[in-house]
């Protein structure tokens, strides 16, 4: 009996060193998962960023395009 409840002690203390090592794996997962998400969110913060600043270079340089036409239309206008 003596060996019984000595091979039960010994199995709970081996299930309980298991058990916090699968814990430990867990929390470096989520620890993990919770890196690579800001890193995402960062990734899209900078792509929305950089969405928006070429949409101000396709608008200034359809400005840009505009401006030149009327320069030209203004130039057309001097005879030499």
Same mark, same amino acid.
């Given at each position: 009996?003596?060996?019984?409840?000595? *091979?039960?002690?010994?199995?709970?203390?081996?299930? =309980?060193?298991?058990?916090?090592?699968? =814990?430990?794996?867990?929390?470096?997962?989520?620890?993990?998962?919770?890196?690579?998400?800001?890193?995402?969110?960062?990734? &899209?913060?900078? &792509? &929305? *960023?950089?969405?928006?600043?070429?949409?101000?270079?396709? =608008?200034?340089?359809?400005?840009?395009?505009?401006? &030149?036409?009327? =320069?030209?239309?203004?130039?057309?206008?001097?005879?030499?």
């Amino acid at each position: 009996m003596l060996n019984l409840v000595m *091979d039960f002690s010994s199995t709970s203390e081996e299930l =309980l060193v298991s058990i916090s090592n699968m =814990l430990t794996a867990i929390n470096e997962v989520t620890i993990s998962t919770n890196e690579s998400a800001e890193g995402t969110s960062n990734i &899209a913060i900078r &792509a &929305a *960023d950089i969405m928006e600043k070429g949409t101000q270079v396709v =608008l200034l340089s359809e400005s840009s395009k505009e401006s &030149a036409g009327n =320069l030209k239309v203004y130039v057309s206008r001097f005879k030499i």
